[in-house]
Structures are given as structure tokens and as C-alpha cells.
């Protein structure tokens, strides 16, 4: 089934994206119930006597100080600070609706404990709590759509202005330029620069705590010992999201996962609204490509091995070292352990295989504890794939990772990478090495704490990856009732499928060509426009399941077993099943040339300790409710004023939009 935050409209993609003009696209992007809340990009243009009407004038008719004052104050202080008053007028409720929410489940949590050590619930007041935590669910879910409809709202009027301040230079940016204003004002603007982040934290929380509630009767969560070394079997499932998709499928996903935040034993974090973390893997392969021409040409076995870490080499991370073999259904083994940064250099050599850890682990749980054996297998079969394969350093991949798991239940894994980035970390060229020979990484990037978009880096040794990868990892024997919503996801319009993508194959391919003899498939894929319309993609999933039905019905034919159930194609798509009775169809952005960042395969796993992933989920609620610093100052007690001082009844930046008048602007150009 479909979900209904699939809700990017079907009329965005009715013409071709690449020859649609702007004025399409913003016609097909409006979300009908704010559809008098846009910029009037028609209006501008008939100001600028762009739009051919007679009313407009002459585009040669001389353009005078009047019709530049005209268009200045009605692109200034009439359009966009429509925009941005309704922008901030609709976070403020949604901000409101995440708190009042908040207050519901603090209530359900207090009321948990006072239950505990009592009686057991009667039935109807276990029905009732479930119809109020159903209830809850579809607020969030509201809540959810309209943060998404919300950043593609700000997203096309952005572009509808600078589209508009383009049109006024090109064709009077002799006499007067408006462009340079705008961009200072729209800098100023909140509505273009929005962090969601902590809005979508605390729903990520609060689908947690309504969920394992809901969920009680399903099967129960399979929680791994604690620093067991372990070989686990996954499948794979990879994508790319364009970043017009980006947070749609950010709101999906934790409506059934909670985001998990990385914690580097730092008290500054645990308050929440931080950054996701940058990750670097530093791939490994011979100084012929042999890993990566073995990955290429699919070959069973196939394994790759990395170093992987988070935030910056100066600040003393964990670091894991890993080895992943992928065998050709695509199942991939992962072995791994931690190792400090003064070992890299002896291991890779090695002169060191890891004593310390052995010894200390021998010591706690004994030679033939299943732990100690598998470090020691571990150690032994890493260190001789590196010798074996000769194996040294070769690309670094770096990214920002959000991440989605269950605490303690590694069933579903998600991750989502963003600002992607491959650099040369080879000493291939011995006259111009990217990486000094005796190091095991580059001392340039780390030394100086260089971050995305690595300005400094030459060029040649740096490609930057346009779209965001998804991943999704489910374990081997997971129930398909567990992961139906995975399914969904994966079929839909919001990401193209990568099953084959490799971050250390596609990094290779891009700044290693000359080195290699063969690339993979998807290369060319990176010069088309990978989005899809939604139509369409509801109509490929039904045909792909009615071919697997019937397949499945054949083969059971001539196996002499019983054929499969026969396939019932649903119901219209999802463009039209989740059109709002009362308001009308709903619409995405289809958007041709949005000027915005690029932004989420092989890794996952998260780092093991106490410093690693911790969920928000429930330690927002219990014991004790803190919730958002929004939330605490709605519920604080009103505070008492000195005599002579009085509350303001509203803060100066809300007491009305900022007037630029035509001749102040003039004057300062």
C-alpha cells in the first residue's frame, strides 16, 4: 500500500521536466490549499512587460525611475513578504502542533507510571489509550506532510524570486539591478534557510514512543550482546534520492524508524538540534584496481575493506576497520573490530596484530570464548587479504550520514547520505603523491580539519556526488510483515534504484580512469534527471508484481507445487487514491533548475560503546519530560516583571514587514 506522505503531485510531471518553463513548473508545484500564498511569478512578469500583453506596454517603451519603483516595491515588500509571513506564520503552527503533541504524550507517560506497581488496565481503558495513541499517530502524520509540503514551498519560491531578479537584470540590469538587493534581503529571510532538523527530531521521538506502544503484539526486538564480534548477514537495498526528494523520505522513514544521534561523549549534544555527522571510509585496493574490477564484473566473493571514523582524525575517533564480501544475489558479509589510530600503520604493515585487544579480551572472557576466537579469526583475515591482495589506501569517501534504527532491534537499517564526496588518497604519482607514501592517510585534509565542499583540494583529486544515497539493509529471516512499509518506500517515485551502486566503485570510476579498463553501468545515468513522475511509477511497481505473480505461478506449475496466490493489481495511483476531500489535489515540486546544494551502499553499521548511536526516542519522555527549549518556554509559569516593565504584547520583528522604499533603494545603488 502506498503511503500518503507519497504525495508529490502527479500534475508536476504532465510535460516534460527539461522544456518546462518556470511559470510550469511553479503552476505545478503549488499545493492546492495554499495556492493564493505564492509568488505571483505572472504578475512580475507583466510588470516587467515580459508576459506580450497590451496592458503591459512596449518591451521598447523606455523603462523609467516610476516602473523600476513599481516593480522594486511589489517584488520587495509585497511578494515576498507575503511569502515569508505565511512561511512563518505556518511553522509557528506547526511548532505549536509538535508541542501540543508533546503535552499528550508527556500525559500518556505520566500516566504509565502512576499504573505501575497498580492494577492492570481494565479493557475498555486499554481501548480507549489506543484510540488516543491512533489519534496521536494521525497528528503526527499531519504534522509530517505539512513539513514536507512546507520545504518545498520555500523551495519554489526561492527560485521563483531569483527567477524573477534574473528577468529584471537581463533586460534593464544597465540602468538598474535589482538582484544584488534581493539576495541581501533574502539572506535575512528565514523561510529559504529553515533547519527542520529539530522539528523532525522530535517527531522521529514521538513515532517511537506511539509506536512501541501500538506495536506491542508484534514480534519481539532481538537485542545483540554487547561488544560481541560477530559475522551478520544482510540484504541490501540501495537508491538515489534527488534533493527535491530528500526530506519526503527523511519524514517517511521516521514515521517508522526513530533517528539516531550521534553522541562522541560529549554532554553539549545530549540537548539535541545538533548536525549530523561527516563520515570517511578510506578504501583500500592494489595499485592494479584488482578489488575494483572485481566489483565491477560482479564476480561472487567480491570484498572490499576500508577504514571508517566520524567528525575529524584531531579529535582522537573511533576508528573500525572493515571488510565486506558481497556474493552475487547481492547478501553481503561484514567483518569488523575497532582499532586505534597509532596501530593502522603497523597493522597494514604487519607488525602489529592487534595483542592489546586480544590480550585484554582473553583475560575477561578467556581463550575460547566465542569473542577472542572471532577477533583473532578477524584480525588474521584481514591482515592477510592486505598482504595477499597488496593492498594500501586509495580513495577516501566522505559524507553526512542520517541514520534509522531501532535501538537494540538491527531487523530494518536505513541509512541516508548526503554532500557526498570522493577524493584521491593514492601515492600512485611519485612525483606528485596525494598521499605522503609513509602515511596511511592525507595529513592535508586531516591535519587542517578540511570539510565538504573541500575548497582547497586540487582539481583532478576531488568529484562530488549530485544525489543523496539511501540504503536500506534488511536481516536475513526477517518476517515480511515487518518490513511491508520498506517495500512501499522502495517502489515509490521518490528514489531511483541503485542496486548495484558502490561508493568505492563509483569513486574509483570517477577519479581513477586512467587506471582502470571498465566502468559501471550508472555512470551515464548521472547526465539524466532521475526523477520520476509518480504515475508512472505506481504503473512499473504493478507490472513488475503481476510479472513476479505470474512467474511464481509458472514455476510452481512445473515443480508439481502449489502455484502462488494470483496477482490483483490495485486501484488507481497514488497520485489520485490520496487526493484531500477538502482540499483538493495535492502537488510536489516538479521544479526545472532549483539552485540548491547536491546532497544520503556499503555501510551501516553503527560503532560499538557507550560514545556510538543513541536514540532520542523515549529518553525524551521518561522519566522526566523535557522536550524542545519551544516546548519548556509554552509551559514555563509567566514570570513576574519589575514594577514600570510590561510585557510586550508582540517582539519588534513581528510588527510588520520591512519597507524598502524605491528612492532609499535607488539612492544606495
Known sequence: MWSKVFQASHKAWNSPVIAMRFGKTLRASIYEPWKDQYIDYSKLKHLLREDGSPSSGSKDQPWTEADEGTFVEELVNVQLEKVNAFHDEKYRSLRDRVSDCESEIQNIAISEKHEAGGTSQSEPAANGEHQTLSNLLEKLDSITKEISELEKYSRINYTGFLKAAKKHDRRRGSQYRVRPLLQVRLAALPFNSEDYSPMLYQLSAMYSFVRQRLDKDQEKPSVEPENQEKVTKYKSYKFWVHPENLLEVKTYI?????????????????????????????????????????KVAKISGASSLRLRWFGHLNDNPDILIEKKTTEENGNSEEVRFPIKMKYIQPFISGEYKMEKSLNKLQARQGAESDAFTQLRSSVDDIQSFIKESQLQPMLRANYTRTAFQIPGDDRVRISLDTDVAFLREDSLDQERPCR?????????????????????IRRGEISRFPYALLEIKVRDGVKKRTNEWVGDLMSSHLVKDAARFSKFVHG??????????????????????????????????????????????????????SAGQAFTAAVGSPAA????????????????????????????????????????????????????????SRRRESVRLPPGVREPGRLIKDTGPVRVEPKVWLANE
Not at 512 to 535: A, G, H, Q
Open 436 to 456: 605522503d607514501p609513509s602515511e596511511w592517510h592525507r595529513t592535508d585534509i586531516d591535519a587542517s580539519g578540511m570539510e565538504f565542499p573541500f575548497e582547497g
Open 254 to 294: 521516521l514515521r517508522r524508524l526513530p533517528v539516531l544521534v550521534y553522541n562522541p561523549q560529549t554532554s553539549k549534544v545530549a540537548e539535541g538540534g545538533q548536525q549530523d555527522p561527516r563520515i570517511t571510509s578510506l578504501y583500500f585496493d592494489s595499485p592494479d584496481f584488482s578489488l575494483y574490477s572485481d
Open 508 to 561: 574509483v570510476a570517477q577519479l581513477f580512469e586512467d587506471y582502470v579498463n571498465s566502468f559501471p553501468f550508472w555512470l551515464s545515468e548521472l547526465e539524466t534527471d532521475i526523477r520520476k513522475d509518480p504515475e508512472t511509477a505506481f504503473q512499473e511497481e504493478q507490472e513488475k508484481k503481476a510479472k513476479h505473480a505470474e512467474e511464481e505461478q509458472v514455476v510452481g506449475s512445473y515443480m508439481g507445487s
Open 577 to 632: 487514491k490520496y487526493i484531500d476531500p477538502k482540499n483538493g489535489p495535492t502537488a510536489g515540486c516538479g521544479s526545472e533548475e532549483i539552485p540548491e546544494k547536491a546532497d544520503t551502499d556499503e555501510d551501516e553499521e553503527q560503532l560499538s560503546g557507550k560514545s556510538a548511536w543513541q536514540s532520542r526516542g523515549l529518553q525524551s519522555f521518561l522519566p522526566s519530560f523535557s522536550g524542545s527549549k519551544y516546548s519548556r
